[in-house]
C-alpha cells in the first residue's frame, strides 16, 4: 500500500503552458477538475519491475485562493486524500510547494516554470528516507493533458530507479 500512497502525492498537477503565462493569473490552466488519462498510472518501487495500476476514482480539483499568485488542489484518489498548494513568486517562475496526504505525507520543495510552460520541482517528502527527494517534471501533450514523471534521488544525488507517473486530462475547466 506504501507504494501507492507515495504516487498519489503529487497527482493532478499540470504546468501553466507558455501560451497563458501572459495571463495576470499565472496558475489560469490548472484550473479545473483533472483525472487519469484511460485512468492508467505507472510506477516502479524496486528500480526494476514497472507497475501498471489503473485508478478510475482520481480526481484533482484546483481552484484559486485569495491571492493572485496560488493555486490550491485537492486531490482525492479513493482512500488517499491530500491537497497541493502552489505559490509562484512575483518573477513568474520561481514555485513553492507545500503538499500533505494521507496522515504522514508532508511533502516541500521548490521548482521553477520554463518559458514553454513546463514545471520541474525538487520535493522532499516527510515519509521517505532521510536525505531522498523527487524530482517531479511536467510537460504538456496538449491544451488539455499533461504528463507527470516523479523520479526518486539517493542521499547522494543518484537516480534510484523508482519512479512513477501518468498522463493526466482535463475533466471540465472551472471559471476563475
Not at 126 to 136: A, L, N
Request: proline share 4%; charged share 25%; net charge negative.
Amino acid at each position: 500500500m506504501f507504494g501507492l500512497l507515495a504516487i498519489i502525492s503529487l497527482l493532478g498537477i499540470p504546468p501553466v503552458s507558455a501560451e497563458e503565462s501572459e495571463s495576470p493569473y499565472p496558475f489560469a490552466r490548472f484550473v479545473g477538475e483533472w483525472k487519469l488519462k484511460d485512468d492508467r498510472f505507472q510506477q516502479v518501487w524496486d528500480g526494476v519491475t514497472v507497475e501498471t495500476l489503473s485508478l478510475p476514482d482520481h480526481r484533482t480539483q484546483c481552484t484559486p485562493v485569495n491571492t493572485d499568485h496560488s493555486v490550491l488542489c485537492m486531490v482525492d484518489a479513493g482512500d488517499f486524500e491530500g491537497h497541493i498548494l502552489w505559490a509562484v513568486q512575483e518573477d513568474g517562475r520561481t514555485v513553492s510547494h507545500l503538499s500533505h496526504f494521507g496522515t504522514a505525507r508532508l511533502g516541500d520543495g521548490a521548482g521553477i516554470l520554463n518559458t514553454d510552460g513546463d514545471l520541474s520541482l525538487t520535493i522532499r517528502f516527510s515519509d521517505e528516507p532521510q536525505g531522498t527527494y523527487r524530482h517531479y517534471t511536467y510537460s504538456w501533450v496538449s491544451a488539455d493533458e499533461y504528463r507527470m514523471i516523479s523520479r526518486q534521488y539517493d542521499i547522494r544525488g543518484k537516480v534510484t530507479g523508482n519512479w512513477y507517473g501518468g498522463n493526466f486530462v482535463r475533466v471540465r475547466k472551472q471559471d476563475q
